[in-house]
């Protein structure tokens, strides 16, 4: 049995359990977000192996870049969870992160539309574009928004790596699993030209320099996504086992098998 299987089989044998342990968990924020990406990454792990299929090498590459990003995002907000031992980190993505994301959305289109006034502050022209959180109780002020805008910011993939670079303990437990983020740092870097319609994708894709063995690429990238998705099957289990010592229960046979291929 292989690792990706007997994850899926722990989880999906425990299942009942798990979910009972996250409806009494002081993390609920965390675990939705830890689900929530699980069934981004796990439709995401779909499209590469069709892809992969069909070999098509710049989708490929265009698509993992999306995928690294998503667990970076998904393993940052565990790890603070783990580690600062309370909920505020999914919180801050869950609702002060959905607030940045419309606020800028508004104020781009605004100035699309040349409507955009700026003489105004971002608020005020938000305040504009979206009325209806201007007629809230509790309206949003200009302290909220350097605020939000403080919680949001974390979440910005130059502060993640930053903090895992240089935030987390050295002697951290899972020092080891940090290895396999600073690989999925390196690839993210190295591939951002294909989200970014760059020349070195090109030069990769249709001239082949560097020397590009593209059909192993196009498979590692299609297992990568799988390693993501039992990672954060993992995760979610070890995380009930902070609170509870059914969660590590569950997790036991995860352990073993690491330890017993690590000898």
């Known amino acids: 049995m292989t690792h990706f299987e007997l994850v ?31 069934t981004k990454i796990h439709d995401i792990m779909k499209s590469l192996k069709e892809i992969e299929k069909i070999q098509r090498f710049y989708a490929s590459q265009a698509l993992s870049r999306i995928l690294y990003e998503h667990f970076l995002v998904a393993y940052y907000i565990w790890t603070k969870c783990r580690i600062d031992k309370d909920d505020s980190c999914g919180s801050d ?38 009325p209806e959180f201007n007629n809230m109780s509790d309206p949003i002020t200009e302290a909220d928004v350097l605020d939000t805008n403080k919680r949001a910011n974390k979440f910005d993939i130059r502060n993640i790596l930053k903090y895992m670079q240089d935030d987390l303990d050295p002697n951290d437990a899972f020092k080891s699993l940090h290895s396999l983020v600073h690989d999925v740092c390196r690839r ?31 498979k590692d990238n299609s297992s990568m996504a799988n390693i993501f998705c039992y990672q954060l099957l993992s995760l979610t289990i070890l995380l009930t086992a902070t609170e509870n010592e059914d969660g590590f229960k569950i997790y036991q046979p995860i352990y073993d098998f690491m330890e017993a291929k690590h000898r």
């Open 93 to 130: 993505y869950i609702d002060y992160y959905l607030i940045y994301e419309i606020m800028k959305r508004e104020n781009y289109n605004a100035k699309l539309d040349k409507s955009y006034d700026n003489k105004k502050t971002p608020l005020e022209n938000f305040l504009i574009a979206a």
């Open 188 to 218: 993210y870097n190295t591939i951002s030209t294909y989200v970014h319609g760059g020349r070195l994708a090109e030069l990769q894709t249709f001239e082949n320099s560097p020397v590009t063995d593209k059909v192993k690429v196009l």
């Open 8 to 38: 899926h089989k722990v989880y999906n044998d425990n299942l009942s359990k798990i979910e009972e342990l996250i409806q009494n968990s002081k993390y609920p924020k965390t675990f939705q977000v830890l689900r929530n990406f699980y």
